[in-house]
């Protein structure tokens, strides 16, 4: 058997003989298809220049859909059908630069460029996905993935909010002054054609992907599955259930926390249709393999059907806060269950949510029996064999439930939590006094989630009254330095932040009309809400001394925006190349004495050491000899490239 899948129009057909079971996209794209403009750095999602846009066929809806991925971790195995474009794919110079590509190079939005073809493709998959319209917000937070280390983001950010519906009429005249149509339309651009076809060339057409495929390279298996049941007659082999298997949907985990090297069977679950639905009625069950996007968007469709479910635009709110949009599009609810499962220090902000809202999670075994467990029973759970199908979130009486959550973080998205925390407070039908609480964080240490004493205690009591309050956040301080007996780093300060977090949420919930909270730290209790960031650039021109002072792109942006400039890794191995890599000082402000390579010398591989003494010329990053004291005219001391006596970093 074969899997099969075009790359910009083109059919590939690859068989478990040719490339490891386990091998992502991105390898396949540059090593095989030879396309190196998506590019490899972080090889964990978290940097974004291996974006690319893929077009797949829902198992629910049996439309096509539209999103992005890291190709970094995507694997290719589970390409089967799909329909995978690369910046090369959608404009070059001798096709023409399609408007994303050009717009980025037109507003100066490169620098060192290795970053832009992933800019390129976020920006690409948002217009498609959304046929065009999007608006400014949209466009930030589809670069939530996306790192640029060079360039400052905002003429990224000028470039392609220019596409937005929204965008103010003073964009328009920068895309005129830069020589830039002002339809923000996005072009149906010519694809290639299949081999002996007489119409575009789409995966969809060429073969029939409702096929049940089983991939065998030596001991490790892929299996591509379309129910359930075909996920436990596979879990029933008896050298199955002995050895590792991993069930496998978009594979972000492995970005997160390196999979086993044991693993030998791997079961494809994305296509399972069972755990691709959902259904809202008197509670709200989505299957299990539920992309996060897609939760996003039943979350907010319950919101909108049932005042009972009213707490889901909270939790839709958080559930965006997850990773980035190419993460969110392939990585499931389960999968990010099962993370928080395998590694409990895992800040999960699903697990978080769900155990605060008391979802319950339904598991299936080989025996078809069926088991009901809340997410804290689901932590000590042996999933060995079993499957988890679905979750369900209940419905809530909107006038007496009161649901938030929070997550501390270094970056708004693509951030894992320092510490998270979600609180449903069932309050009596004065809204006073507490009927039942659930106070659930993460990030404080692997067996600490749920501040069961704390909740004991708020029963009954009125969390309003400031000396109740001040008790209840003292008595949720011990709860949580006792239960650090594992401590994450930073103890104390996630300690202060969980506690902080409690008064925040007490002071958002507290009712105004009764003048219970001094207006002077009553806005603590609000959100922050960061507004449209914006940026302006503003210089003079002669037009009477063109093309000087002239403003133009500079001549290598289209290369880079269309993937077209060549960096180092992009090159083609030599015979017998060697890699180097830099020797590191382990303290600052020391005097170097001597280095002594012997030991390294001695190891496997390694063929030489270089010192600075060994390379001729100037040992200065800014030598004066070369009249780059003028552009570094702030230098007082001189800055060597290698390190050859004092050490000024680690």
Known sequence: MLVKFTINGKLYQVSPEELPIDATLNSFIRTRA???????????????????????????????????????????????????????????????????????????????GFCSPGMVMSMYSLL????????????????????????????????????AIDAPPEDRLARRALGIACQSDIEDLPRA??????????????????????????????????????????????????????????????????????????????????????????????????????????????ARTDRRFTYCVELARHVEEIAHP?????GTI???LTLKHEHPEFPSDLYVLFDALGVEMTIASPSGAMEKLLPSQFLSFNMHRRVLLNVTLPALDSDRCVFRSYKVAARAQNASAHVNAAFLLRLCARKINVEQAHLCFGGIGPKFSRAFRTEQYLAGKNPFNNIMLQETLAV????????????????????QVAVGLLYRFVLHIAPRDRRIANPIVRSGGSAIQRPLSTGAQSFDTYPSNWPLTQALPKLEAFQQTAGEAIYVNDLPAQP???????????????????????????????????????????????????????????????????????????
Request: charged share 25%; hydrophobic share 40%; proline share 2%.
């Open 576 to 650: 017998d190349e060697l890699h180097a890599a830099f020797v590191l000082a382990t303290v600052a402000r020391r005097q170097l004495i001597t280095i002594d390579p012997a030991a390294a010398l001695e190891l496997p591989g390694v063929v030489a050491f270089y010192s600075a003494k060994d390379i001729p010329g100037e040992n200065d990053f800014a030598s004066l000899k070369n009249g780059l004291n003028t552009v570094f005219p702030f230098r007082n001391v001189r800055e060597e490239i290698l390190c050859s006596g004092k050490v000024l970093y680690h």
């Open 34 to 112: 030879h396309l190196t403009g998506t590019k490899l750095m972080c090889l964990e999602s978290g940097c974004g220049v291996c974006i690319v846009n893929v077009v797949d066929t829902h198992p629910v809806t049996k439309q096509r859909i539209t999103f992005s991925v890291n190709s970094c971790l995507f694997a290719v195995f589970s390409c089967h059908g799909m329909d995978i474009l690369t910046v090369e794919g959608i404009g070059s110079k001798a096709t023409g630069y399609h408007p994303v590509q050009e717009r980025l190079a037109r507003f100066n939005g490169t620098q060192c």
């Open 326 to 330: 190419a993460v969110r599009h392939v």
């Open 476 to 495: 949720l301080n011990a709860e949580i330095a006792g239960g650090q007996s594992e401590p994450m780093v930073d103890a104390s300060y996630r300690r």
């Open 193 to 302: 054609s299949c081999i002996g076809c007489e119409r575009e060339c789409s995966a969809k057409g060429c073969f029939d992907e409702s096929l049940t495929l089983q991939f065998v390279q030596s001991e490790r298996r892929w299996f591509r599955v379309r129910t359930v049941d075909e996920i436990f007659d596979i879990l029933r082999e008896e050298n199955v259930g002995v050895g590792a298997y991993m069930l496998v949907a978009g594979n972000t985990g492995h970005g997160v926390y390196r999979r086993r090297k044991d693993v030998r069977v791997f079961i494809d679950v994305r296509n399972v249709e069972e755990l691709r639905n959902y259904w809202i009625g008197s509670s709200v069950i989505v299957g299990a393999n539920v992309t996060l996007s897609e939760l996003i968007e039943i979350l907010r469709e319950a």
């Open 128 to 163: 498609e996905a959304n046929k065009g319209s999007v608006t400014m917000e949209d466009v930030e937070k589809a670069l939530a993935g996306n790192i640029c280390r060079c360039t400052g983001y905002r003429p990224i950010l000028d470039a392609f909010k220019s596409f």
């Open 334 to 336: 389960a999968g990010n």
